[in-house]
């Protein structure tokens, strides 16, 4: 996906939190293009991704911003 010029997703400007995983079946691709999935999060909007800790949520700028 490419968002470049794009309008914003509504969930980013609505300040729904974002996470990103790896759906990975081999160990060597665990976390392949998270700086990419980074980029086009902050394409489409978004400023923070979420991370959950201890049953909690804590929130985490992307870099570059």
Same mark, same amino acid.
């Given at each position: 996906?490419?968002?470049?010029?794009?309008?914003?997703?509504? *969930?980013?400007? =609505? /300040?729904?939190?974002?996470?990103? +995983?790896?759906?990975?079946? &081999?160990?060597?691709?665990?976390?392949?293009?998270?700086?990419?999935?980074?980029?086009? *999060?902050?394409? =489409? /909007?978004?400023?923070?991704?979420? +991370?959950?800790?201890?049953? &909690?949520?804590?929130?985490?700028?992307?870099?570059?911003?």
């Amino acid at each position: 996906a490419d968002f470049r010029g794009a309008r914003k997703f509504v *969930a980013a400007e =609505a /300040g729904i939190p974002l996470t990103i +995983s790896s759906d990975a079946h &081999r160990p060597e691709d665990v976390g392949r293009d998270f700086k990419r999935a980074g980029e086009l *999060a902050r394409q =489409a /909007g978004f400023r923070h991704l979420a +991370s959950f800790q201890g049953g &909690r949520m804590k929130l985490f700028p992307l870099p570059g911003i």
